[in-house]
């Protein structure tokens, strides 16, 4: 992964992006606790190498996405630390 300067552009940002969320996606095992946050993963990752929207709304509406995934009941305890 290479270093994201403050001042990329949009498609520099999509670019990094797109390299998080698949090493993310990646990363998760396939537990059906883990689906909804796969699935919004794998929406943005399509959203970013559609380009239908400015970067920076996508990255905005990813967040509360993620947020909403990680708040659903099969999902509030998959990432439990200890």
């Known amino acids: 992964m290479s270093i994201l300067k403050w001042y990329a552009g949009g498609q520099d940002r999509a670019e990094q992006a797109i390299s998080i969320l698949t090493e993310l996606v990646a990363d998760l095992n396939h537990s059906q606790q883990k689906m909804p946050l796969q699935q919004v993963l794998s929406d943005y990752i399509e959203a ?16 509360l996405d993620i947020s909403s995934a990680l708040k659903k009941p099969d999902c509030v305890n998959c990432f439990r630390v200890g």
């Open 48 to 63: 970013f190498r559609k380009e239908d929207s400015a970067v920076p709304f996508i990255l905005s509406r990813m967040n």
